[in-house]
């Protein structure tokens, strides 16, 4: 606005000029676009002549003091650019986009964004509606419609599925009644082989280990099934599946232990240990952790480093399907703002081959 209103007053006050004297203004105007155009020329004299919005307000100023046949020898760029440069100022005159103010709905914000799909992704059985209502009850009302054309820009389809869950849903839903079970092998310093029983819960993600042995039988295996259920107690009822390979050592007294607690045993295809993932990846951990660090003497001394790794990993380890929290810990720990006032207390595990860290009181 303010550019376009000085260039109508310049136009103006060179013109008066023009009306008194009009050959020798003509003369004087081509002499001031020549020093014009030697100083835009000084100006860039390593690069091509480039004109700012400065130049062409003040060559399409005075041009209405020439005559137009003479602009070509006049003027250093064309005719048609000079009159562009007239119509572009007289454009900028009349554009009102700047003052044009926003109607209609206004976008949503990143949050909320943010918030649909989330809900999105875990529910995958809600719909656009479903949502919207979720929202409103979190205390963000917004449309349907929004909420669908939010689901639809990220791919996801609006309307609930109708397919039923997925297995890694199915098996989420059912974590906290499956309870899994396996054996793994323990090296002794001379060679000598032992053989553990670990038992996982995957709702706690809390650790059993059972029993070590050089001999697993069917009847020893036994006898530790019915150690777990009497040290389970009432949290038995809790626990709807177990999960255990086809290995011959459990045999139909194993499985009768937790069957007498209404428990359905669930056996395991042959070699696909991804079908108990959550097993195959607590005795990763075991080796990883201790026994690879540690050399096992004999049958006693596997048990005490199996116990103190038990205690380390249902009391302190975190985990990250417990957002971080150890399988026996309810709530989050408080969070700690002052850390220089605080003392950083280290309790060694297993002889140092595992640390645990906790604030002084």
Known sequence: MIISLLYKVARKLLSVPGVLLRS???????VLVLRHENAVLRRQLASPVRYEPADRFWLAAISSLIPRHRWRQVFPVTPSTLLAWHRKFIAAKWDYSARRTRT??????????????QLARENAQW??????????????????STVWEILHAAGIDPAPRRTGPTWREFLTAQAHGI??????????????????????EHGTRRLH???????????????????????????????????????????????????????????SAPQAPRMNAHRERVIGSIRREALDHILI?????????????????????????????????????????????????????????????????
């Open 24 to 30: 020798d203004t003509a003369k004087a105007a081509e």
């Open 127 to 144: 719909g656009h509606r479903r949502i919207q209502g979720e929202l409103a009850r979190l205390g963000h009302p917004i449309a349907a």
């Open 209 to 267: 280990i059972a029993g070590v042995t050089a001999h697993p039988t069917r009847e020893w295996a036994v006898q530790q099934a019915r150690n777990l259920a009497a040290a389970l107690g009432t949290r038995m009822e809790t626990l709807r599946f177990l999960l255990r390979d086809r290995d011959s050592k459990y045999g139909q007294s194993f499985d009768a232990v937790f069957e007498a607690d209404d428990m359905y045993v669930l056996l």
């Open 297 to 361: 003497m004999n049958e006693t001394h596997a048990r005490q480093v199996l116990a103190a790794y038990q205690r380390h990993y249902n009391e302190h380890r975190p985990h990250r399907a417990r957002n971080q929290l150890p399988p026996d810990a309810l709530h989050q720990p408080a969070t700690v703002h002052d850390l220089d006032a605080r003392k950083l207390l280290r309790a060694q595990v297993l002889s140092g081959a595992i640390n645990e860290y906790r604030y002084a009181a």
């Open 104 to 117: 209609g709905r206004p976008p949503p914000k990143a949050a909320l964004k943010k918030l649909v799909l």
């Open 179 to 200: 309870l899994a079970v396996d054996f793994f092998d323990v090296d002794t310093v001379l060679g000598r082989r032992l053989y553990a029983m670990a038992f996982l």
